[in-house]
Antibody, heavy 117, light 110 residues
Framework: EVQLVESGGGLVKPGGSLRLSCAAS????????MNWVRQAPGKGLEWVSS????????YYADSVKGRFTISRDNAKNSLYLQMNSLRAEDTAVYYC??????????WGQGTLVTVSS | QSALTQPASVSGSPGQSITISCTGTSSDVGGYNYVSWYQQHPGKAPKLMIY???NRPSGVSNRFSGSKSGNTASLTISGLQAEDEADYYCSSYTSSSPWVFGGGTKLTVL
């Protein structure tokens, strides 16, 4: 069974940093592109970042470019999102999702990031 | 990276059919056959319902169908059921970004 489990969310002050993790199981992680998608409270979905299976291709939304860094460790079946210079508008549930955009066939349950003083 | 345009809400009675539209441009919906649709129930993760305009993943009911004409994609749900009540998001590959979402449509089953 495919499982994606996010962790690392929490409360952080504006300007702070947080590192999200996504533990994958039930499939050959190294064969799939992976993505981060977020959803602000009561709002719609927003794509954040994508990384190809071998990390050769990495993409970011303009809203996070220069502040967030996506990475993966295929040996550990894990996806990461390093978030720096956090702003109030980054407050959201962050989902990791498997697949080539825009077709993400499996999603985690999400982890909540709250940026507030 | 502007969002695709969806109606804020649609509604229908059980057994009826509804269609949700998703309007973009020639740089996204109109330019690629990479349009997908997601269903999201409150407090849950999104679920892929349609990919590449009209394909259903394994396990998705054939009551869900997708199509595209020009810069507008559509999701049709036939034989509405109470469990279909959810938010629906279209998304597309674009010339400037790998992924853009619509603003979402709240489906109410009356």
């Amino acid at each position: 069974e495919v499982q994606l489990v996010e962790s690392g969310g929490g409360l952080v002050k504006p300007g702070g940093s947080l590192r999200l993790s996504c533990a994958a199981s039930g499939f050959t992680f190294s064969s799939y592109s992976m993505n981060w998608v977020r959803q602000a409270p009561g709002k719609g979905l927003e794509w954040v970042s994508s990384i190809s299976s071998s990390s050769s291709y990495i993409y970011y939304a303009d809203s996070v470019k220069g502040r967030f860094t996506i990475s993966r460790d295929n040996a550990k079946n894990s996806l990461y999102l390093q978030m720096n210079s956090l702003r109030a508008e980054d407050t959201a549930v962050y989902y990791c999702a498997r697949g080539d955009t825009p077709n993400a066939d499996y999603w985690g349950q999400g982890t909540l990031v709250t940026v507030s003083s | 990276q502007s969002a695709l345009t969806q109606p804020a809400s649609v509604s229908g009675s059980p057994g009826q059919s509804i269609t949700i539209s998703c309007t973009g441009t020639s740089s996204d919906v109109g330019g690629y056959n990479y349009v997908s649709w997601y269903q999201q129930h409150p407090g849950k993760a999104p679920k892929l319902m349609i990919y590449e305009v009209s394909n259903r993943p394994s396990g998705v009911s054939n009551r869900f169908s997708g199509s595209k004409s020009g810069n507008t994609a559509s999701l049709t749900i036939s034989g509405l059921q109470a469990e279909d009540e959810a938010d629906y998001y279209c998304s597309s590959y674009t010339s400037s970004s790998p992924w853009v979402f619509g603003g979402g449509t709240k489906l109410t089953v009356l």
